[in-house]
């Protein structure tokens, strides 16, 4: 539990993105969005950990940032500014059965049923809480949020393969700072110089960049690294949640009867996914050393201080 309730700090934290991008960030701007997010951001986390890539780890960190960094914020962007708060992260909310799906197929974690019942229940009910009126339904804000779920959710996957041996704040660090430099180019040959800022958007930007950004994302690797893909993918659905939450606190969409019924559904979703325990014959448990690699499951029990440092790339002390 205290895995998930770190980990729910993520989904959280980007549910209310969408009312912080769409009222305080300039519109017309998703690239250099992307990038006075999430650089700033990398660097902070970066002048923590004090580790650069090595070897494989560049490209690999360049792929991983593009996915979940530079193609899902810019994505994000485009869909706050042109769908309503609830609606966008509504959209968003299916990167949960997505997350059971690709950890199945690449990480081979068969979910257990409760995990995956949660999960369809989860949507249903954020389903059910747009009834009365999600805003309306522009093109390609739905196309945005869309392929956001599906960058996003490719790229937890894969670093959660790849990423057996890497902390959860280096890891953060790496895809953070690839996944802005390769979109930095695209926004000044697309957009130009970068967009001026007034008090309320230097102050969504520090809002995104220290809490939605730098800390959602340790925390959500950090639940990658120690839950599995079914369990995390349910948890995502706080952010669906939160979305529409705001928007009704602040934005005074309507929340009625159908409103309060769909909160109870994803709230019950949430609880049934992330309360199940993991079966011997599907998803490994949550407690081993890492998370599975290329190579299968991590081995149990803990690891000896000489083992820890040798897969963090430093020489044994002693």
Known sequence: ????????????????????????????????????????????????????????????????????VGGLNVLVYVAAQRLATS??????????????VLSWIV?????ALRAAAGAVLGILGVVVMLQPGGGEADGWGIAASVLAMLSSSLGFVLTRRWGADIPPLTMTAWQ????????????????????????PA???????????????????????????????????????VTGVLLGVWLAHEPFGPAQMVGLAL????????????????????????????????ASPGPASPAAAELRAGNRPRG
């Open 1 to 68: 539990m205290r895995w998930v309730l770190v980990t729910a700090i993520a989904p959280v934290a980007w549910g209310s993105t969408y009312f912080v991008t769409r009222h305080l960030l300039p519109p017309d701007a998703a690239l250099w969005g992307a990038v006075i997010r999430c650089l700033p951001a990398g660097m902070l986390v970066l002048l923590v950990t004090r580790r650069l890539p090595r070897g494989a780890w560049w490209w690999r960190s360049v792929v991983l940032g593009a996915l979940t």
């Open 87 to 100: 609606l966008a992260a509504t959209i968003m909310s299916t990167s949960a059965a997505a997350l059971i």
């Open 107 to 111: 990480l081979g974690q068969r979910p």
């Open 176 to 199: 953070l700072i690839a996944g802005s430099l390769v979109v930095a180019p695209l926004a000044i040959a697309v957009e130009g110089a970068p967009p001026a800022l007034d008090g």
């Open 202 to 240: 230097l102050l969504g930007f520090a809002y995104v960049i220290l809490v939605a950004t730098a800390i959602a994302y340790a925390a959500w690797f950090t639940g990658l690294a120690r839950l599995p893909g079914a369990v995390v993918g349910v948890i995502g659905l706080l952010n669906p």
């Open 266 to 297: 994803v709230v019950v979703g949430v609880l049934a996914g992330t309360l199940t325990r993991p079966r011997t014959a599907g998803i490994e448990p949550a407690e081993p050393a890492g998370p599975a690699g290329p190579a299968g499951p």
